[in-house]
């Protein structure tokens, strides 16, 4: 990874500017704050399916400025009865706490001023599929334990890296997700 460059106004490749000017105008405006993420998915056949993600709510309103349309394919391994048309759900989920780690952890290191030369993370997720497929009730679905590890480098000693870690787990959303229980709701439509 290369090194990012320092200015007064950049670092790590955030705009340190609008980073502050975006935290004052949202803790003067708290309504600012409430964001609304969407995806929408079709099923491929087997275990292919493929979700699209555009629009989103956000700062008071929708949002008019993404032109790019993100497709994420999913599938499972020939293991798991799939054909690897993608990575599977429970992959994406580590890929969705690992991108959310790093991208708060980046964050928070330009607010600090520390700049960041390397950021790379390893994720390892524990999984027995007797729950998911049916087999044993007594077996929880989803993952049974989640391990990161970070490798962190910068202008910075490595009590200050160690805590940048720590403030990006305790603001990452995804991380939240993970260790606190959400509402979700499932609705059905059919012809």
Not at 71 to 88: F, K
Not at 153 to 181: C, I, M, Y
Request: aromatic fraction near 6%.
């Amino acid at each position: 990874m290369s090194t990012m460059t320092t200015t007064d106004t950049h670092r790590n490749g955030v705009d340190t500017g609008t980073l502050y000017a975006t935290l004052d105008a949202i803790a003067a405006q708290p309504d600012l704050a409430r964001f609304q993420f969407r995806a929408d998915n079709e099923w491929k056949g087997g275990a292919h399916n493929r979700s699209t993600i555009q629009s989103f709510y956000g700062a008071g309103a929708e949002d008019s400025a993404r032109q790019v349309t993100f497709q994420l394919d999913a599938g499972e391994p020939a293991l798991l009865l799939g054909q690897d048309e993608g990575p599977n759900p429970a992959e994406f989920a580590l890929h969705a706490l690992a991108a959310c780690l790093t991208t708060t952890l980046v964050y928070v290191a330009a607010a600090r001023k520390v700049t960041l030369t390397r950021v790379t993370s390893h994720l390892e997720g524990d999984l027995d599929v007797r729950g998911a497929l049916g087999i044993d009730d007594e077996v929880r679905n989803g993952f049974q334990a989640v391990r990161v590890r970070f490798t962190v480098e910068g202008d910075a000693p490595e009590e200050k890296l160690r805590e940048l870690v720590a403030r990006a787990q305790a603001r990452s959303v995804v991380f939240d997700t993970f260790n606190n229980p959400v509402d979700v709701t499932v609705e059905v439509d059919t012809p």
